[in-house]
């Protein structure tokens, strides 16, 4: 028998009712059971990045990182730009995956969830950490999709059907990166 794919969602804000959070819970809600969708809630407990103790035996909320990465099939982000770059919270969480391997040739996707001409600088980041850490990334699976409060329902998901289709969208892309490659139309 052949287990699903899982695609890792990983927020990069630490803000209660966070846009950024809003879109990956909805791409939890949205997900086909052809795949499975794991949040991880781990941010804000990981230790500041010091390489002397990227070192076994790792930091305990480090180890819990690169184990659901490792266990990750592909990888979707979502993280708001402040100061014009990552967040330092998440640029830490990614520093803890430079050092290893479990990122290394992984299918990776983003979601920016900023206002016309706003998240950029973090796209730019994202896409230099994540050249150190070799992950693949799907560029069909990196889209900027502008969320409004207004569209955030009681539960914190995105209630707009478009929005809802293009995730559903961007999972499927990960989810067929994970099988091989993928053209630019989107097909294995």
Not at 54 to 82: G, M, N, Q
Request: with cysteine; charged share 20%.
């Amino acid at each position: 028998m052949t287990s699903l794919p899982v695609i890792l969602l990983l927020s990069g804000s630490l803000r209660a009712g966070s846009s950024n959070e809003s879109v990956l819970r909805t791409a939890h809600a949205v997900a086909s059971p052809r795949w499975r969708t794991v949040l991880y809630d781990g941010l804000a407990a990981l230790p500041h990045f010091n390489p002397d103790e990227d070192t076994d035996p790792l930091p305990p909320p480090v180890a819990r990182l690169r184990a659901a990465i490792s266990a990750a099939t592909a990888v979707l982000i979502c993280t708001p730009e402040y100061a014009g770059t990552l967040p330092g919270s998440f640029k830490n969480l990614l520093d803890w995956t430079v050092g290893g391997t479990e990122i290394c040739d992984k299918p990776v996707g983003w979601i920016n969830a900023a206002s016309a001409g706003r998240g950029g600088g973090a796209e730019a980041t994202l896409r230099t950490v994540l050249g150190y850490t070799g992950a693949a990334i799907v560029e069909a699976a990196c889209l900027r999709i502008p969320v409004d409060r207004q569209m955030v329902g009681a539960d914190g998901t995105i209630t707009d059907e478009g929005v809802r289709e293009q995730l559903g969208k961007v999972l499927e892309l990960l989810a067929a990166s994970s099988r091989g490659p993928v053209s630019d139309t989107g097909q294995a």
